[in-house]
């Protein structure tokens, strides 16, 4: 040992500051042998060798309070499974199923929650939740997710991701549910979860659980300072989703707004006010169909679109200057081709987009796929500049009709069939694109789309939804005005988000210091802190007998007249028992922190590994 031992490194040690933690402590050890050969020449009594704890370090939590096995101290540590048949075999009504998608950190979620028969349900009797019980998720990406389950839930069952811990009554559920919630436990679940393609803990896992188990009074204290906490972080979440429920509605409102011509001044109006003239709707549709019927290539006779009086529409009221038409009319509708495998790419490798390439905030390309298309394919599917892609299938009804803009990323790019291109004809595509989120945001696409399990919008149907058609000038107007506004939206939505995901982060931090020994005794109020009687002390944790904070007057003298008579040199094996310690290493080693922590030794390293103690 050459380098200087001084400072805390000297007596670096664990939560429950053992001497054979530090290297003072290992020293103190390895030479405890050789302190015992030299007590036999020395006027005081031999002494036996010193004992080495057996209590890991780990045994003891925050405060020195036991850690102990969790499968000691329950009654029920089990999950259920999903009934025979699956999602088929749900009911509007019976028996709640809790699955992992219901159990979050902030409580029991309603939203999803299925529901079974009571044939099912008897199926399931080994997996019947009670009040109180910690909900645990043990699989998939919410693995470590857990909650405790509330008086009107009793009597539900749980499917195979999710684990009923119901501990014995030394243990409160919120206490326990609330540790494994804390920062550091959902590190532990992260590192220790097994599955070569899915996450999960393991039956096993949880019952050798270690956890923390101080009182009852300690445990209802921590849990009533961390409630106070997190309803004032829940009363912020709840605001901030009222902010974000907020935006959703007036970015519906803003788009219904442009579709019924509330948004902008109405072109008919500010042209008469002018004294000029201006192409209305009507007459800019007639124009349209001329110029489609004079683009089209397709293959045979050229087939007029359905208007809608043929498909039986009911017209309604529209601004001055506007008319309605159909989404055919004034464009050309595909879908996309169908992905097979012998469509693998053989000579003509073509990336194309499909519908899971399409969000809410535009077209992601992190992750576009390549297929087989012939040139004429190519020719017949290749997306341009200024086309409109649209989510034509979805297993959720609000996800259908997704709208994005073609910007032409890629340079050669086709598309599947589970998208639809919208070519727009003799207009630009950016008032067509307002329309389309009209419709899907505000669930015009959902309610036409139909199908079991997956719903599909299908090119028909969206050729024949009724498109409202305002002069170019208007459209123009209005476009750049809902750009405007729903960039603002975006920007708050932004915001909205990131807080909520710091209030997540806090809600982990909270957590975290309730089980940190560093900072729990401070973490509660002044009316529940702990009582200094009930935190043990280091000794009492270790099973010593305890000493005064500051160490006795007469044990400090007699310590610093035994270095001063071995001429400021002594070894800590035969300072140790010439003060009398004997096995007491524990008390030792606190007098020698006291007396450093006055100033009274400066610690050095000496030769052979031994340590000596000089006065100052």
Same mark, same amino acid.
């Given at each position: 040992?050459?380098?200087?031992?001084?400072?805390?490194?000297?007596?670096?040690?664990?939560?429950?500051?053992?001497?054979?933690?530090?290297?003072?402590?290992?020293?103190?050890?390895?030479?405890?042998? &050789?302190?015992?050969?030299?007590?036999?020449?020395?006027?005081?009594?031999?002494?036996?060798?010193?004992?080495?704890?057996?209590?890991?370090?780990?045994? !003891?939590?925050?405060?020195?309070?036991?850690?102990?096995?969790?499968?000691?101290?329950?009654?029920?540590?089990?999950?259920?499974?999903?009934?025979?048949?699956?999602?088929?075999?749900?009911?509007?009504?019976?028996?709640?199923?809790?699955?992992?998608?219901?159990?979050?950190?902030?409580?029991?979620?309603?939203?999803?929650?299925?529901?079974?028969?009571?044939?099912?349900?008897?199926?399931?009797?080994?997996?019947?939740?009670?009040?109180?019980?910690?909900?645990?998720?043990?699989?998939?990406?919410?693995?470590?997710?857990?909650?405790?389950?509330?008086?009107?839930?009793?009597?539900?069952?749980?499917?195979?991701?999710?684990?009923?811990?119901?501990?014995?009554?030394?243990?409160?559920?919120?206490?326990?549910?609330?540790?494994?919630? /804390?920062?550091?436990?959902?590190?532990?679940?992260?590192?220790?979860?097994?599955?070569?393609?899915?996450?999960?803990?393991?039956?096993?896992?949880?019952?050798?659980?270690?956890?923390?188990?101080?009182?009852?009074?300690?445990?209802?204290?921590?849990?009533?300072?961390?409630?106070?906490?997190?309803?004032?972080?829940?009363?912020?979440?709840?605001?901030?989703?009222?902010?974000?429920?907020?935006?959703?509605?007036?970015?519906?409102?803003?788009?219904?707004?442009?579709?019924?011509?509330?948004?902008?001044?109405?072109?008919?109006?500010?042209?008469?006010?002018?004294?000029?003239?201006?192409?209305?709707?009507?007459?800019?549709?007639?124009?349209?169909?001329?110029? *489609?019927?004079?683009?089209?290539?397709?293959?045979?006779?050229?087939?007029?679109?359905?208007?809608?009086?043929?498909?039986?529409?009911?017209?309604?009221?529209?601004?001055?200057?506007?008319?309605?038409?159909?989404?055919?009319?004034?464009?050309?509708?595909?879908?996309?081709?169908?992905?097979?495998?012998?469509?693998?790419?053989?000579?003509?490798?073509?990336?194309?987009?499909?519908?899971?390439?399409?969000?809410?905030?535009?077209?992601?390309?992190?992750?576009?796929?390549?297929?087989?298309?012939?040139?004429?394919?190519?020719?017949?599917?290749?997306?341009?500049?200024?086309?409109?892609?649209?989510?034509?299938?979805?297993?959720?009804? /609000?996800?259908?009709?997704?709208?994005?803009?073609? &910007?032409?990323?890629?340079?050669?790019?086709?598309?599947?069939?589970?998208?639809? *291109?919208?070519?727009?004809?003799?207009?630009?595509?950016?008032?067509?694109?307002?329309?389309?989120?009209?419709?899907?945001?505000?669930?015009?696409?959902?309610?036409?789309?139909?199908?079991?399990?997956?719903?599909?919008?299908?090119?028909?149907?969206?050729?024949?939804?009724?498109?409202?058609?305002?002069?170019?000038?208007?459209?123009?107007?209005?476009?750049?005005?809902?750009?405007?506004?729903? /960039?603002?939206?975006?920007?708050?939505?932004?915001?909205?988000?990131?807080?909520?995901?710091?209030?997540?982060?806090?809600?982990?931090?909270?957590?975290?210091?309730?089980?940190?020994?560093?900072?729990?005794?401070?973490?509660?109020?002044?009316?529940? !802190?702990?009582?200094?009687?009930?935190?043990?002390?280091?000794?009492?944790?270790?099973?010593?007998?305890?000493?005064?904070?500051?160490?006795?007057?007469?044990?400090?003298?007699?310590?610093?007249?035994?270095?001063?008579?071995?001429?400021?040199?002594?070894?800590?094996?035969?300072?140790?028992?010439?003060?009398?310690?004997?096995?007491?290493?524990?008390?030792?080693?606190?007098?020698?922190?006291?007396?450093?922590?006055?100033?009274?030794?400066?610690?050095?390293?000496?030769?052979?590994?031994?340590?000596?103690?000089?006065?100052?």
């Amino acid at each position: 040992m050459k380098s200087q031992l001084c400072g805390e490194e000297l007596f670096a040690g664990g939560p429950t500051d053992c001497p054979e933690n530090g290297k003072l402590g290992r020293l103190l050890f390895a030479h405890s042998s &050789r302190a015992a050969k030299q007590a036999e020449n020395m006027p005081y009594p031999k002494l036996p060798k010193l004992a080495t704890p057996t209590a890991p370090i780990s045994s !003891r939590g925050p405060y020195g309070w036991p850690m102990v096995r969790l499968g000691d101290h329950t009654t029920k540590i089990g999950s259920g499974s999903t009934p025979k048949g699956g999602e088929a075999v749900y009911v509007p009504s019976g028996v709640s199923l809790v699955r992992s998608m219901n159990v979050h950190f902030d409580g029991l979620r309603t939203e999803g929650l299925a529901f079974i028969n009571q044939q099912a349900a008897e199926k399931l009797k080994n997996a019947i939740v009670q009040e109180g019980d910690a909900l645990l998720n043990i699989t998939g990406a919410s693995i470590g997710r857990i909650t405790t389950a509330p008086p009107s839930i009793a009597g539900a069952r749980v499917n195979q991701h999710v684990c009923i811990i119901r501990p014995t009554p030394e243990l409160l559920p919120k206490f326990l549910s609330y540790f494994f919630a /804390s920062a550091q436990e959902q590190e532990r679940i992260t590192q220790v979860q097994v599955g070569a393609t899915r996450q999960a803990l393991t039956k096993r896992m949880i019952e050798n659980w270690m956890v923390p188990m101080p009182s009852l009074d300690i445990q209802r204290a921590m849990i009533a300072e961390a409630d106070k906490q997190l309803t004032r972080l829940e009363a912020g979440r709840n605001a901030l989703r009222r902010v974000q429920a907020n935006v959703a509605r007036h970015r519906a409102a803003v788009l219904k707004a442009a579709c019924e011509g509330l948004l902008v001044a109405n072109e008919v109006q500010i042209a008469h006010a002018e004294g000029r003239s201006v192409e209305a709707g009507e007459v800019l549709l007639a124009r349209i169909l001329t110029a *489609r019927r004079q683009l089209w290539q397709g293959r045979g006779k050229y087939k007029e679109p359905a208007g809608l009086f043929e498909s039986g529409d009911k017209l309604g009221d529209t601004p001055p200057g506007w008319t309605w038409a159909t989404v055919e009319q004034i464009g050309f509708v595909q879908l996309g081709r169908q992905r097979s495998p012998k469509n693998v790419s053989k000579n003509y490798p073509t990336k194309y987009i499909r519908a899971a390439n399409i969000k809410s905030t535009g077209l992601d390309l992190t992750d576009v796929l390549e297929m087989e298309f012939s040139p004429a394919e190519r020719e017949r599917y290749a997306l341009r500049e200024g086309d409109i892609v649209l989510a034509e299938a979805s297993g959720s009804a /609000s996800q259908v009709g997704k709208p994005a803009f073609w &910007r032409g990323e890629i340079p050669l790019c086709c598309f599947q069939n589970t998208v639809i *291109r919208f070519r727009p004809c003799c207009l630009e595509s950016r008032f067509p694109l307002v329309v389309f989120k009209h419709f899907y945001i505000n669930g015009i696409f959902a309610r036409i789309a139909g199908g079991v399990g997956i719903n599909h919008l299908s090119a028909d149907k969206f050729s024949a939804i009724r498109f409202p058609l305002p002069p170019l000038a208007e459209q123009t107007r209005i476009a750049a005005e809902v750009e405007r506004r729903l /960039s603002v939206l975006e920007e708050l939505a932004t915001v909205v988000t990131t807080n909520l995901q710091r209030v997540n982060s806090l809600q982990k931090t909270i957590l975290a210091r309730s089980f940190n020994q560093n900072t729990t005794h401070n973490f509660l109020p002044a009316t529940s !802190r702990l009582p200094k009687k009930l935190i043990p002390s280091r000794q009492e944790r270790d099973g010593r007998s305890p000493i005064m904070n500051h160490a006795d007057n007469a044990t400090v003298e007699s310590l610093l007249a035994t270095v001063e008579a071995n001429g400021g040199n002594v070894s800590p094996q035969t300072l140790c028992l010439a003060c009398g310690f004997g096995e007491e290493v524990g008390a030792f080693f606190e007098l020698l922190r006291e007396c450093r922590n006055r100033g009274m030794l400066a610690i050095s390293s000496g030769k052979n590994s031994m340590i000596t103690f000089r006065k100052r």
